[in-house]
Nanobody
Framework: VQLQASGGGLVQAGGSLRLSCAAS????????VGWFRQAPGKEREFVAT????????YYADSVKGRFTISRDNAENTVYLQMNSLKPEDTADYYC????????????????WGQGIQVTVSS
């Protein structure tokens, strides 16, 4: 599966952005999708993950209550709605896919999209 992320940009603190991760292929519903981010000079970190049907999801503590992951399998797309953004959310964001769902920050994904930049100004 190939993944294409979009929706990044510059936003003021307290604002919102919605990232999209569009996937190629006819079996998108059989893939678990996760979002990760990497800030300059820092290691990549887990943000959120969603199960095949969207019935289960798991978030990093740092974004819980502010970010929402969802998916539309008919559109082969996973979304990351980011609200109440903070300067510390500034990073390159990546979506990734794999076949197994873990309600954890496990970074072992098989397919990765390109990073998109999110910048939150104070």
């Amino acid at each position: 599966v190939q993944l294409q992320a979009s929706g990044g940009g510059l936003v003021q603190a307290g604002g919102s952005l919605r990232l999209s991760c569009a996937a190629s292929g006819r079996t998108f519903s059989s893939y678990v999708v996760g979002w990760f981010r990497q800030a300059p000079g820092k290691e990549r970190e887990f943000v959120a993950t969603i199960s095949w049907s969207g019935g289960s999801s798991y978030y990093a503590d740092s974004v819980k209550g502010r970010f929402t992951i969802s998916r539309d399998n008919a559109e082969n797309t996973v979304y990351l709605q980011m609200n109440s953004l903070k300067p510390e959310d500034t990073a390159d964001y990546y979506c990734a896919a794999r076949s197994r769902y873990y309600a954890s920050s496990d970074p072992r994904y098989d397919y990765w999209g390109q990073g998109i930049q999110v910048t939150v100004s104070s």
